[in-house]
């Protein structure tokens, strides 16, 4: 079994920056994408950003420019550098793992970009 464990996430004013980590553990070998997701109320899940095992990346419209993502492969963590953030970033986000064909989810993370 995958645990999936995220931080970071809080409360941040307009053009603001915050950094989301997930770090997996368990039954965790050698991930192939890492990545995350975000659910705004009454939205459908989102993809935000996902990184290859070897580094290769997709962003979101919405977000290029503005959101970095990146790995650390020996410690299987994820992270999402968000800048310049805007209101309609507010949203919960999921960090997942893609092992063996199998997306693992974590709880997610609130993030919330208000003045």
């Known amino acids: 079994q995958v645990q999936l464990v995220e931080s970071g996430g809080g409360l941040v004013q307009p053009g603001g920056s915050l950094k989301l980590s997930c770090v997996a553990s368990g039954s965790i070998f050698r991930p192939s994408a890492m990545g995350w997701y975000r659910q705004a109320p009454g939205k459908q899940r989102e993809l935000v950003a996902t990184i290859g095992r070897g580094g290769s990346t997709t962003y979101a419209e919405s977000v290029k420019g503005r959101f970095t993502i990146s790995r650390d492969n020996p410690t299987n963590t994820v992270f999402l550098q968000m800048n310049s953030l805007k209101p309609e970033d507010t949203a919960v986000y999921y960090c997942?793992?893609?092992?063996?064909?199998?997306?693992?989810w974590g709880q997610g993370t609130q993030v919330t970009v208000s003045s």
């Open positions: 997942y793992v893609l092992q063996f064909g199998v997306s693992n």
